[in-house]
């Protein structure tokens, strides 16, 4: 259901096509419960997926379990690599572990 729904608010908002959501960029914070699922979602629809979570043991159990494709906890150095799999239209789900308000804040003040 959460690729789905990923799909379709591509397909209204942003007006994707076949590609899915390839090149684009899903942000969404929580790793804890049933979030996994968004960060799998991400990868179905071709988007690079960044989850942020705060908690260090959520995020180990969630990329073990295979949810997430890396975890970064350097916000320079994850800024790269969204930039990279955007221009590669690469397919990935990065775990960022920190505050969402912090991931914001970075992407408001750079070209991601």
Do not use: C
Not at 36 to 41: N, P, V
Not at 54 to 67: D, F, L, M, Y
Not at 73 to 92: C, F, H, Q, S, Y
């Amino acid at each position: 259901g959460t690729t789905i729904t990923l799909l379709n608010a591509g397909r209204l908002y942003l007006k994707t096509g076949a590609d899915g959501l390839a090149g684009k960029t899903y942000v969404t914070s929580g790793l804890g419960g049933m979030s996994g699922a968004q960060a799998k979602a991400a990868v179905i629809a071709g988007a690079v997926g960044i989850i942020a979570e705060i908690n260090p043991k959520a995020v180990a159990k969630r990329h073990e379990q295979g949810w997430v494709d890396e975890v970064h906890e350097d916000l320079d150095g994850l800024l790269d690599r969204i930039r990279r799999a955007k221009a590669a239209k690469e397919a990935v789900a990065l775990a960022y572990q920190g505050n969402v308000v912090d991931l914001w804040e970075r992407f408001v003040t750079s070209d991601v």
